[in-house]
């Protein structure tokens, strides 16, 4: 008796996660039609005034002459996403410093470098990453220097 009990379990098991799966399982469409991010790096934009350097071993950096009489710098990022029709484009961007009274980013990339002092000792560092399942990033390095007049970079 139990033994019939078991295999009535068993199938009804069996039938209430097929049901279940084609109910709320994925659908194999959506997965066929997702284009994952293949590239993510910054690109140096058509506007920039202060374009980024790349050295031998691949890193990127800006450096940014910031004069006294210049209380904040703007700069504005330019990204590529490859391949053009990657199904999720979204991005996270994630700053180096975490004090908003030294230098911030917005959603759209402009960078506001508030705090001279802070930055011509440290530099700081921006880092873009995918939120998709492929992690993809890219990191630009900033350094400051007391050169000059200071360079004002367009918004």
Do not use: H
């Amino acid at each position: 008796m139990t033994r019939k009990i078991i295999i009535l379990l068993e199938i009804i098991f069996c039938v209430l996660a097929v049901v279940i799966i084609s109910v709320v399982g994925n659908n194999p469409e959506t997965w066929r039609d997702y284009q994952p991010v293949t590239s993510l790096e910054f690109v140096n934009g058509s506007t920039q005034t202060n374009p980024f350097e790349t050295d031998e071993t691949g890193d990127k950096t800006v450096t940014i002459e910031w004069g006294s009489e210049v209380a904040e710098i703007e700069y504005q990022l330019s990204w590529e996403i490859l391949p053009t029709n990657a199904t999720i484009t979204e991005i996270e961007l994630t700053l180096s410093i975490q004090d908003a009274n030294i230098v911030t980013v917005s959603e759209d990339g402009l960078i506001t470098f508030k705090s001279r002092t802070a930055l011509l000792n440290n530099g700081c560092s921006i880092t873009i990453k995918t939120v998709d399942i492929t992690n993809k990033t890219d990191t630009l390095y900033f350094d400051f220097t007391a050169d000059g007049g200071g360079v004002i970079l367009p918004p």
